[in-house]
């Protein structure tokens, strides 16, 4: 018998393909609350699927009442219903695998040598396909097309732990909003607040912040030459050092949208733009397949 962990991951899967669309930022949540009202009368509010799905870690057992709800939506009469449905279909698939083959043996014949040829002529066809087939199924994602993205732009998390698990990384205790990666430390898990009141970061918000630009404003600091002579090196070095390490940036702004993290893709450092005044982020990728693939993107 299977887990409840487990039913609820096959429910999870009908849902998705009830509602035509997988369950991965917040506004999928929240058109998915609109359809299984729409659909049951029932309230679910998006935090309560949310929770279902893992997108907010928190450890607590999805209620009775929302799971029959989430299996009216998919054409049970409760959770029990879709159980049982799907034991029936798993048995009937073993009483069909325990059955024996009913086709009838045929003659077997010596083959001749036009059939022996025949033989390793297929044989040579199969073992030329199969080794095309492993040199190019890496190329376009297996069996199932293009890879599917680990993350994507706008989607969006509730904190800095619900995005640094998909690459399995723990935030920093001191600064949990630049994490690098152990073994490729130019790529940063980057999570400025936009509109900080003491560093800035200027961009087009309504188009979701094609560029970043990444500055300590002077009006923050003491008028003083010494104090001066500090923020203009401490600009100088973040620039040689940004270009020194040739970073990569995935960018999961804070307070763009909410008081939570939208990721808004992929940057890379302009050359042609930034100085030693300022440090320019150029958006190189709206999605990240693979950490390995990311090597490509800097310059």
């Known amino acids: 018998m299977e887990s409840r962990e487990q039913e609820i991951v096959r429910l999870r899967l009908a849902v998705e393909q009830t509602a035509g669309r997988k369950m991965r930022t917040n506004r999928d949540f929240e058109l998915l609350a609109e359809s299984i009202c729409e659909k049951t009368k029932a309230k679910i509010s998006p935090t309560t699927l949310k929770r279902i799905w893992g997108y907010v870690s928190e450890d607590v057992r999805p209620r009775p009442y929302t799971l029959d709800q989430l299996c009216l939506y998919v054409g049970y009469e409760d959770f029990d219903a879709f159980i049982r449905h799907d034991a029936g279909i798993a048995a009937s698939q073993t009483e069909r695998d325990s059955q024996p083959d009913a086709t009838p043996r045929q003659t077997e014949e010596r083959p001749g040598p036009h059939r022996g040829r025949r033989a390793m002529t297929a044989a040579a066809v199969a073992a030329v396909v199969a080794l095309l087939l492993a040199v190019l199924m890496p190329l376009f994602g297996g069996w199932g097309g293009a890879k599917r993205p680990i993350v994507s732009k706008g989607q969006h998390f509730e ?31 980057w999570a400025p607040e936009y509109g900080n009141p003491v560093w800035h970061n200027e961009g087009d918000s309504a188009a979701m912040m094609p560029t970043i630009t990444e500055r300590y404003h002077p009006d923050d600091w003491p008028t003083d030459s010494a104090s001066m002579a500090a923020l203009t090196e401490l600009q100088k070095n973040g620039y040689i050092t940004a270009f020194k390490q040739n970073q990569l940036r995935l960018c999961f702004m804070k307070n763009l949208t909410d008081s939570g993290f939208v990721f ?23 999605e990240v397949t693979d950490i390995e693939s990311l090597d490509l993107l800097r310059p």
């Open 159 to 189: 904190s800095y732990e619900d995005y640094q698990r998909l690459f399995g990384l723990a935030s920093d205790t001191n600064v949990p909003y630049f994490v690098r990666f152990p073994e490729k430390p130019y790529i940063v898990l």
């Open 264 to 286: 808004l893709g992929v940057y890379c450092l302009s050359s042609s733009l930034s100085d030693t005044t300022k440090l320019v982020w150029e958006r190189c990728a709206d």
